[in-house]
């Protein structure tokens, strides 16, 4: 089955911090490079940070130095550690593969994503 929860966001204050956890079913995450995308109001989603299956993490410029991504292999799991959020950091923040991963329903292929967690800063 697949399956992404994410989880961890929450309202913090600028400057604060928030760990954001991400459990996938096996199917999507072995051996598959993993990321870390948001999706503020009225823009598009983007990647934020990327990590593979050995631990090569890259990030956008934007978060680059307050952003950390990791994984646990063993649990599924993959991390976001959020350091000095800014307001514009206020998004929804999904997890997936990386490219986005896909499923076929009668031939049609289409982009999975999880719930996602609500991320919001205050100024």
């Known amino acids: 089955q697949v399956q992404m929860v994410e989880s961890g966001g929450g309202l913090v204050q600028t400057g604060g911090s928030l760990r954001l956890s991400c459990a996938a079913s096996?199917?999507?995450?072995?051996?598959?490079?993993m990321a870390w995308y948001r999706q503020a109001p009225g823009k598009q989603r983007e990647l934020v940070a990327h990590?593979?299956?050995?631990?090569?993490?890259g990030y956008a410029d934007s978060v680059k130095g307050r952003f950390t991504i990791s994984r646990d292999n063993a649990k599924n799991t993959v991390y976001l550690q959020m350091n000095t959020l800014e307001p514009e950091d206020t998004a929804v923040y999904y997890c997936n593969t990386d490219p986005p991963y896909h499923t076929v329903v009668s031939g049609t292929a289409s982009e999975y994503w999880g719930q996602g967690t609500q991320v919001t800063v205050s100024s």
């Open positions: 990590i593979n299956s050995f631990g090569r993490a």
């Open positions: 096996g199917s999507i995450f072995n051996n598959n490079a």
